[in-house]
């Protein structure tokens, strides 16, 4: 018998007090059982049990090595339930931190969800600055340059922006056919809630980029007031693929907005990944396309 069973059953004598007990428990002879337990007692070089005819009582040196056998044990079972679970599949809370308006994110959410139904997800969406580890966030997502903090980070996908209008504000207001003619119309700015500054249009001149109309930092406010004929929005292209197909919006100087941005998918280093960030990780790199090798941030 190996080591761990016949630590196993001089627990199981132990309880029971008998070999005899211990040998109808396990289907064995009681001379079987005995015979297990003096091996065990030559091995250590220590009497575990005190015989007689009728009653059998550990020594001193059995009660010590009871505790520490009943401790062995428990640490056997234990590990064995955490790789039972593992083996389940990945579980577990993980804090996502995505951009506000993250239209491109909800239906993969909703699949992984459905993937992953033991993985809880905590999602807070924010355009703000975050620090991932000191506001205990698993991994963030964000877009534009990213400076080298540390993180491990990924690209999700690419997208373009377009310059957006409502066909009744072209017929009201006209089409602007070059950037420095947008400088008369009337413009729906986003404001960077991190540092104040307004979003760059893909212009020529600086003086267009002047405010004519509106600023918030609401890509759903910018599309209704788009669609609405309030002003020309510039926005990320997923975000008006409905208006454009139904005709509520047209794209305007497409050749000047053709720069791709991308989304970067942000976590911190570690050699070891918890199993649910890792197929998150994978699962948003395999939905939306072209990641890429993992790099540092």
Not at 90 to 99: D, F, K, M, Y
Not at 116 to 144: C, H, K, M, Q
Not at 241 to 266: I, K, M, P, V
Request: glycine share 8%.
């Amino acid at each position: 018998m190996d080591s761990l069973g016949s630590i196993a059953m001089f627990v199981q004598v132990a309880d029971s007090g008998s070999f005899s007990a211990t040998a109808r428990q396990l289907g064995l002879s009681s001379s079987a059982v005995g015979k297990s337990v003096a091996r065990m007692e030559a091995r250590l070089g220590a009497r575990l049990f005190r015989r007689s005819t009728r009653h059998l009582s550990l020594t001193a040196e059995g009660e010590q090595f009871l505790v520490r056998c009943r401790r062995i044990l428990a640490e056997v079972e234990a590990a064995e339930q955490e790789l039972s679970a593992s083996s389940k599949g990945p579980s577990g809370r993980l804090r996502i931190s995505l951009p506000r308006y993250s239209g491109l994110f909800h239906e993969v959410m909703l699949s992984f969800m459905r993937a992953y139904p033991a993985i809880e997800l905590d999602l807070d969406f924010s355009d703000g600055l975050v620090n991932v580890i000191s506001d205990g966030y698993d991994a963030v997502v964000r877009t534009g340059a990213l400076e080298d903090s540390g993180l491990t980070r990924r690209r999700l996908c690419g997208f373009r922006r377009l310059l957006v209008a409502a066909p009744s504000y072209l017929a009201r207001q006209g089409t602007p056919t070059t950037p420095a003619q947008l400088a008369g119309h009337a413009q729906l700015h986003y404001r960077f809630p991190a540092t104040g500054r307004l979003e760059r249009w893909p212009l020529a001149a600086d003086e267009v980029l002047s405010v004519n109309g509106m600023v918030c930092n609401s890509v759903e406010m910018r599309v209704f007031l788009a669609v609405q004929g309030a002003g020309i929005a510039y926005l990320p292209a997923f975000t008006v693929e409905r208006e454009l197909a139904a005709g509520q919006l047209a794209g305007l100087l497409d050749e000047y907005t053709q720069d791709e941005a991308s989304f970067w998918l942000l976590w911190p280093s570690s050699s070891h990944l918890p199993s649910r960030l890792r197929v998150f990780i994978d699962f948003l790199v395999e939905r939306l396309g072209n990641g890429g090798p993992e790099t540092r941030a």
